[in-house]
């Protein structure tokens, strides 16, 4: 190979190697603390709740009220099941306001025929500055239900609204779309009974596909068949099981899915609600309050419960799989850049110093260095330099060992709340995980870089996701 | 590389033995399980002792027994649940707990306290767990007092009131309300001698009890130098709602703190008190939107001559005070009153 600034290409490219591999390395190390420390919290966190008696909280005149706020665009096929299924939760004092953030479909004429719905005018203090309110609903038959028509402004702005009309002392966050299980907010809630500090808090995920869904619940959990579903479900188990729930006793959780999340209203709306003009204004907003904890004082915690559990569908296609993922990029990149100030700061103690610089240069770096190890290693075995056992080496510490941890993921799982019960089901997920790093895994590294790419050029849009609707309902939806 | 291997290996191995085990366990323990779980049913609902199913359900592993006598705990009260009690003592889950709530471990001692507690045992050792070192334990021994309402008892919770851990301060003042009426004396007199944090959780207690048996207590807690003590406070004068309360509130009107102000305003509105009217109006102009939104719906629900100081105000000089009188006159009688 050439030269190049007086070092051999060949040289180069087998010091990169080195560099790539040691890199793979210290992340694999990290990994392996977040694991252990969260088969620590998840020991601590099956203890403290082993026949536990919530059902008191359902009589107890001081459960908080919660406020679900419930986005919806162009969801006339699915809203009724789905919102049916959130009057059904189980807890005292709710609220649930639906925001049909411009509709172009009829789903607020749904709404107004199946709920009983009657305009009425409400006192609000509009401390966000939103789109304007078209019109403001109460159900006669349910009077816990309140629909809120707006023009379009995006899911941030949506929220904002609701934030605006909701009565309660926390919000529950969610998609229109996702299937809280029913007892889900009495868990979630746990972590706001138990300390003053706590400002938000975040379930598990889980994928619903594959699935049997009857009238808005899971009754029956099954692995989905398709490979690119099957992955999501090891994906979705890693990232909460053991991500998450590893963060949460290191004190670094910045992450509350967007999809399920309960907060402290107050706080939020003093820290000025969901920004409009980034993709991810769930990390953004909890990022936030984080950061303003630090520099205003007051409640700043962010806890993740492992147990309540919210339903999600995925995508089956590449190309939508490839949207998201890029979108969840680049909103990654976005919130860091936002808050770069705090990066390496000993003003923000564990998440300037340990949580945003692993976010930085793990998780928002980590498919470039990937890239640059794949086609480093792939010139390397065309030009010779690198001989077959340094490839398998490579290959064993980037994947191998995330294969490995992927695998204890799945022990944590089926220690803990083992969701899937068949052997067909416990066969299929180890095989998606291991079938992951051939391929998938390479995918999503393209995509994220599509994202990071997209980002610095300044793309904002979200692109389409189609979503195939959960069994039995068939009716294919659409969200912008 | 060996070590990669290696780990892929031991997961592997540990993922599907787990499987197997559990599969061959469930089958295992289920037979044993279903005719346990009959043999219990049988014996909480006939009230005759079978000496066979006694041993069936001794036989049965430890931790299936408990939770087999904790989930049908849940559902029974009265004679069924002294019979489920007897049952415990006979296949010696009582004794296990005990000795549980005596470990050094907090998460057995959690245990012990949690099995005790749903079967609402009248246990002196579950007693002790209200002082714990673990705040878990200490809330668990806190919803076994809520069943257990003798004095001692209740003056050890209303101490509790104090208590630094959140969770075990919401289990406490969870569990006074469920004893009811009978801790109302008591929590009188303790929040006449106390202030800060225990008086500030004694008075949301207070609030739901709503006796005017605190009103002296409340009187005196809405001069508090404390903030969230004098909210409290508001609050249940608001709920109290008899006369010297509502003249309290009146004055409470124009407290420093725009939350007192806001509550204040609440209690005049759902006690109906006229005579505060114009007060309330005055409350319109006030620099804090909720305390402007809490004075314009405390008009309106008093009704006529609410309505009167409300239509004044849309003539008023303050536009704010006009803004919000216009959109209180706006509303609809149920968005009113919800």
Known sequence: MNEFLGINGGQLLVWGQFVVLVYFLVVNGWYMLLLVSSLLEMRRHLLLIADEARHLLLSSTLSPTISILAPAFNEESTIEGSLRALLALQYPNLEVIVISDGSKDQTVQVLIERFDLVAVKTIYEQRIKTKPVRALYRSATYPALVVVDKDNGGKADALNVGLSFAKGALVCAMDADTLIEADGLQRMIRPFLYATDVVATGGTIRVVNGSEVKSGRVIRTRVPTNALAGMQVVEYLRAFLFGRLGWNRLGGNIIISGAFGLFRRESVLSAGGYLHDTVGEDMELVLRLKRLSYERGGPGKIAFVPDPVAWTEVPESLKVLGRQRDRWHRGLADVLWRHRGMLLNPRYRVTGLVVLPYYAFVELLAPAIEAIGLISLALGLIYGIVDWNFAALFYLTAYGLGTALTAFTLILEDLSFHRYETFRDRALLFLWAMLENLGYRQMTVYWRLRGLWKFLRGRKDWGAMERKGFKPLAAPTARA | ?338
């Open chain 2, 1 to 338: 590389m060996t070590v990669e291997i290696a780990l892929l290996v031991v997961a592997v191995i540990i993922y599907f033995s787990h499987g197997l085990w559990l599969f061959i366990n469930h089958r295992r323990i289920q037979r044993s399980t279903e005719a346990a779980r009959e043999s219990l049913a049988r014996l909480v609902t006939r009230g005759t002792i079978n000496v066979e199913d006694v041993a069936l359900l001794r036989e049965l592993r430890h931790d299936v027994q408990e939770s087999m006598f904790l989930e049908m705990s849940r559902n029974l009260t009265g004679a069924g649940k002294e019979r489920l009690r007897f049952v415990a003592r006979e296949v010696s889950l009582l004794d296990r707990a005990r000795q549980l709530c005596a470990s050094r471990r907090w998460t057995r001692r959690l245990r012990g306290a949690r099995v005790l507690a749903r079967m609402d045992v009248a246990d002196p050792l579950v007693e002790i767990l209200l002082a714990d070192p673990h705040p878990a334990v200490r809330a668990q021994a806190a919803e076994w007092a809520a069943v257990q309402p003798s004095v001692p008892i209740i003056t050890t919770m209303l101490t509790m009131l104090a208590d630094p851990a959140t969770q075990a301060r919401f289990a406490v003042q969870d569990a006074l309300l469920r004893m009811g009426g009978i801790v109302a004396e008591p929590l009188a007199a303790f929040l006449e001698t106390h202030s800060g944090l225990p008086a500030e959780s004694g008075l949301r207690v207070a609030e739901s009890l709503a006796s005017t048996g605190f009103r002296p207590a409340a009187l005196r807690h809405s001069g508090s130098e404390d903030a969230g003590v004098r909210i409290a406070a508001t609050k249940l004068l608001g709920a109290i709602g008899d006369a010297p309360s509502a003249e309290r509130l009146t004055e409470l009107l124009k407290d420093p703190d725009s939350r007192v102000r806001a509550a204040a305003a609440q209690g005049l509105g759902r006690i109906q008190h006229w005579q505060a009217a114009s007060q309330l109006a005055e409350g319109l102009r006030d620099s804090a939107w909720h305390v402007r939104r809490e004075a314009g719906l405390a008009l309106r629900s008093i009704g006529a001559p609410g309505a009167l100081f409300l239509r004044r105000a849309l003539k008023g000089d303050d536009a704010f005070a006009a803004d919000m009188a216009q959109l209180v006159l706006d509303l609809p009688a149920a968005a009113a009153a919800g």
